[in-house]
């Protein structure tokens, strides 16, 4: 099938000149509209069908001629895939059941229906390859407004990986059973009609054709990758690149969502929550931290740096010594001061006695004499509750944290987000644990969505069903691990993800029952002989073409509304 090709193509990412599937010549199409060989074609096509129209009262032999020449005009193509299908063993090929029927339309001097079954057939791919084109103009035209990461990430869409999501998976099977019964069940009309209903022979071949155009599955084998298609473009739009169909698929099923708080949740750097002295002002406290911390870059110095809103005077600091991540050591106008955790100032001979806190704590020692302690805590990201309140909607879906923090830290922050479950002092190897331990206790329910960035939680991602990674747009890791990449850091875009899967799956599934309900009244006619053949081709062509249209909606996502905390 053209059609299908051409979104295969779409997908694929090959080159501007495909060949169509339902021809043995290459083509070239402009895909940003239609094309324009095809559009000649079937214009050719039409006024040749409407001479012979207008003469077949008066003179049958040239209405039959213009007929034939309308239908080799507009479907010659279709022919020659016919005869290659049968030379390669796909007898259930559309362009063979098309061809038969304008054979037979021939045969049974029903000539002006065979054209109109190829011009309305070609009519119809001709409008859905510009659907096509429209959406993936639509989807290129955002590749170049993205990093060169975030192209690579939609060259990934484009190719898919040749993963199919379940429900194409079902299609697929479908339609291997579909069309050979609806041909046997064509076969037997053809046969027994004659014998049986004791309608005439051409009566009988009549409404097998009519069942051979239905067996065409045209609506459903097209509109669903279509539609997922569209969806991935309307995600793009909101900065979410879902890297293929199965992603899509998977991730309205999402029973538990798990959040790396690192990695999803917080915002780079620590705030300062408290100063806890018993010797002297919280004030000074922080003017000698943010001394010591003068020449350091790391997240607890930046920290203090940013809370003391007072003057560093560097000249007075002599003999910098720091241990990344543990503390510091430093003479500030020849006074000894030492900053860090519990354990480094404990090196030292210093020890905070009753003063210790599982809280993420500096000691501030001066002259070797403990004067109190600065507490910290982590920045969560406007967009984080509001995040976690909106899923948590859904009763049934488990939405949890994991970190490395301290159970009291991690408290702290879980509550602040409002998340009930956490997975508290959990390092990278704690956390890939964690993530398949849900994921096992997952599989009855549905899948699991894990959320992090890339480029710490890489193992994660890779292990939930669906890995979802944060800052897509700067990473090559997210592009290679993740299934889902969200271009900002914004965990509400996981909303988005969810809620654009969704529209998208509802939307296949619209026009997989479309479809075959519209068949079946057209099978239902033609079993009492009441279906013209021109309306089981627009039940093929026609409801194709409606689901197209209805397909295009899951291009059209609208923006969804978080609130900040």
Known sequence: MRFLHTIKEALSGHGHDCVCDSCMEEHH???????AVMVWRVLLAAALFAVGMIFESSRPPLSLLCSIAAMLVAGYDLFISAVARIFQNRLFDESLLMSIVA??????????????????????????????ARVRHSIEGLMENRSPEASAVLSNVRSDRGEKGRTEQFITRFARVYTPVVLGIALIIAVISPLVLRTTVAEGIYRAMVLMVIACPCAIVVSVPLTYFAGIGGATRQGILFKSTNAMDAVPRTSAVLFDKTGALEEKGLRILSV??????????????????????GIYAESIKAAYSGVIYVELIQSFQEEKGRGITVEVDGVKIILGV???????????GGDRSPELCAYLAIDQQYVGRIIFGSIAKADAAGTVTVLSWDRERQVSMITDD???????????IGIKQYYAGRESADKVAVVRDIRNRQIKRGNLLFVGNAELDDACIREADVGVSLHGANSDAAIEAADVVIMD????????????????????WQNIFFALAFKVII???????????WLAVFADVGVALLAVLNSLRAFMLKKIQIPEN
Not at 276 to 297: F, G, N, P, Q, T
Not at 342 to 352: A, H, M, T
Not at 493 to 507: D, G, K, M, Q, S
């Open 29 to 35: 199409h402009d895909h940003h509209g239609f094309d």
């Open 103 to 132: 054979i037979a339309s021939v045969v049974i001097g029903e000539a002006s229906e065979g054209a109109t079954v190829i011009i309305l057939f070609q009519l119809g791919e001709l409008l859905q390859g510009y659907a096509v």
């Open 276 to 297: 806890k002295s018993e010797r002297m002002d919280a004030e000074v406290i922080l003017r000698i931290a943010a001394h010591a911390c003068a020449y350091s870059d």
């Open 342 to 352: 519990e354990d480094f100032l404990k090196e030292r001979g210093i020890d905070p």
């Open 406 to 416: 301290t159970p009291a830290a991690a408290e702290k922050f879980a509550r602040q």
């Open 489 to 508: 850091g914004s965990p509400s875009r996981v909303v988005t993800a969810l809620e654009a899967a969704r529209h998208t799956r509802a939307i296949v």
């Open 523 to 533: 099978l239902v006619l033609d079993m009492f002989g009441s279906c013209p053949l």
